[in-house]
Every structure is written in C-alpha cells, then in structure tokens.
C-alpha cells in the first residue's frame, strides 16, 4: 500500500491541505475536517483528470496527515486537554496554549516530544482490549 502525505495547515482565515506529490491537489475549509474532505474531492477530481499511476486509479494507497502544530492542537482539543498534552509529552500547558494559538511556534525538539507522547499512547490504545 502507498502512502501519501498530506499537509494540514492553518491560514489567517481557514484551514489548507495539499498532497506533497501532486501539485495542484488542495483542499480548505473553516475546520480541519473540511479541508480533509474537501481534499478527497480534489484528489478524485486529479485522478478523474490526469495521467496517473494505476495504483492511484485503484486507491491502493492510505493518506497520511501531517499537521502543524496550531493546526494539530486545534483539531484535537476536543481529545486531548492541555494537561493530558503535557502528561504525554512533558511540554508545560501554556507553552502548548501558545503553540495552539499560534503565538509561538514550537521548536523541532518540542513537536518530537508531542509526537513521541502521541505515537505512545497511540500504541497504548491498540493494545487494549474491552
């Protein structure tokens, strides 16, 4: 299965979403999950349009996201709380309020440690059964 990599990002008005590997396919909307969906349709419309690979034709691919840091906690903070954040991650709470505000951006090192949290826990959870 191939992976394509969309970037979700937050503007001065809405969210954007383009694929890395296909220009000219976007998506925005006033959320996150708008510009995913609106994303989706673009892709359909690019491969509806253009020569592409046969296993972009037959969806043999999975799409994965990659946020940044205002667009990701802003998605998620329905989920996740600035304190469960900090508890995964050990980045202070209002150094992540800042982060999903987007009056400072966080260093690489600070997105590593918020993605490692994240990944860890994500692992957590798959292991669980009820």
Known sequence: MRKLRAIISKGPEDYGAWIEKFPGVYGAGETVAEAKKNLKE???????????PDWLKNKEYV???????QSFLNYFKGIFTNAALERLSGINQRQINHYATGRKKPRPE?????????????????????
Do not use: C, F, P, R
């Open 63 to 69: 799409v994965i996201y990659k946020y940044d840091s």
């Open 110 to 130: 600070q997105l590593k440690k918020l993605e490692i949290g994240i990944h860890k826990l994500a692992g957590e959870l798959l292991a669980v059964e009820l």
């Open 42 to 52: 673009g892709l359909k419309l690019y491969v509806k349009h253009n020569e592409v």
